[in-house]
């Protein structure tokens, strides 16, 4: 047994992370993850996730929790409307798309991250999640690590796999290899009580998401559990954005003032948007590791996620690749093809970088098309041909 009497330690428990920890404890393995958040209300999840059939669906289905997402997944949220600037509906599938159709390849059930999160954290066994550590540092033991927290604390384990999203601490120790700028920014931002708050934008999406798309602009909508509405204005922009543009995330009255010129041909119901958000809003700049990446292994530490591939978010594939990516990992740990621990995570590493590379580029294609100047037309003629 590769991994008997292991330790093994997963930095970062978002929904990969505590996907394969559920995966790897259903094996009897030793597990700790370890999470810089003070617990599991600390942060907003981010926007709904929609899971696939051969990734997140299939990872869930492994780790013996298909039943609780489906009482617990949004019927409806995966329906959605394509508009234009003016806030009509050129495209919707809210007419003839199954509330519930598990089973089918295309069907792609959407789940609140904090929901998704409970979920995952609750098939835990008890003590498995180390809260308020923020990793440090490593460095080799023996035939494993020891890893530094910001509180002093150190720990030692066997094996380590990073599960610390775009911002890994924990990948330079595997490759020097750095994210892209893919050209687009996307601002975040989340809305509460939405039916009071944003009456029109409620009434707008009825239930669902939307995708409106301007002349490189765009905005993209999705309902979340809880009557919140979480949304992303997404541009094209150069890589000094950030420090050109100089906002205050906080400051309301600039941030209307910058909608309002830079979405100046879009209709007025738009502002409700960013007149009824959670302050501030959160810029993300939308980077990609470059889809050909390669490294060389370690037998004792890799990575999955968006720390070991991430990419932008226009081919719903960010989450569910991080969820594969844990069942993937923890069927290699436990093949008996292998019989060593790098021989799993080397044949792990190289599958994992050829479906991530894949996913990658389709991701940057699509971005693209969502920010070109017929981008409309383009996603109609899309959504149209492809009405699962």
């Known amino acids: ?58 990872a869930l289905r492994k780790a013996g929790l298909i039943e609780a997402f489906r009482l617990n997944f949004m019927p409806g949220a995966d329906k959605k409307q394509i508009m234009n600037e003016k806030a009509e509906a050129l495209f919707s599938d809210h007419e003839f798309k199954l509330e519930e159709n598990f089973g089918d390849e295309h069907f792609r059930p959407e789940i609140d991250r904090g929901v998704l999160r409970k979920i995952l954290l609750d098939s835990l066994e008890p003590e498995t999640i180390c809260w308020n550590k923020k990793f440090v540092s490593m460095e080799p033991r023996l035939d494993g690590w020891q890893l530094t927290f910001d509180d002093g604390g150190k720990e030692t384990a066997d094996l380590v796999i990073a599960a610390d999203g775009a911002n890994s601490r924990i990948r330079p120790y595997l490759t020097d290899i750095k994210p892209f700028y893919s050209g687009v920014m996307m601002l975040e931002g989340n809305i509460r009580d939405a039916a009071h708050r944003a009456p029109a934008i409620h009434a707008l999406l009825k239930g669902g998401k939307i995708m409106a798309f301007g002349k490189e602009e765009n905005l993209l909508l999705g309902q979340k559990a809880n009557d919140e509405i979480g949304f992303y204005a997404s541009f094209k922009a150069d890589e000094n954005w950030l420090d050109q543009i100089n906002l205050d995330w906080s400051d309301r009255n600039k941030l209307l003032t910058w909608f309002t010129e830079k979405y100046s041909t879009w209709a007025p ?27 060389e292994s370690k037998n004792n530490l890799t990575m999955l996620g968006d720390a070991a591939h991430v990419m932008p978010p226009f081919a719903g594939e960010g989450v569910n690749m991080a969820m594969r990516d844990a069942l993937e990992l923890s069927e290699a740990l436990a093949s008996e093809n292998f019989s060593t621990v790098g021989e799993a995570i080397k044949a792990y590493e190289n599958e994992m970088r050829t479906r991530a590379a894949a996913a990658a580029k389709e991701s940057l294609i699509n971005g693209e098309m969502m920010h070109s100047k017929d981008a409309l037309e383009v996603m109609l003629d899309f959504f149209s041909g492809h009405i699962h």
């Not at 119901?269 to 490294?295: A, N, T």
């Open 1 to 58: 047994m590769k991994l008997e009497n292991k330790n093994i330690a997963i930095i970062g428990a978002g929904p990969g992370g505590l996907t394969l920890a559920r995966l790897l404890q259903l094996q009897g393995r030793n597990v700790k993850v370890y999470e810089r958040d003070a617990g599991p209300q600390a942060r907003v999840q981010g926007s709904p996730l929609d899971l696939h059939d051969d990734s997140g669906l299939a």
């Open 269 to 295: 119901v738009w502002k409700q948007l960013f007149e009824s958000s959670e302050l501030p809003l959160i810029p993300r700049p939308i980077g990609c590791m470059p889809p050909e990446q390669s490294w």
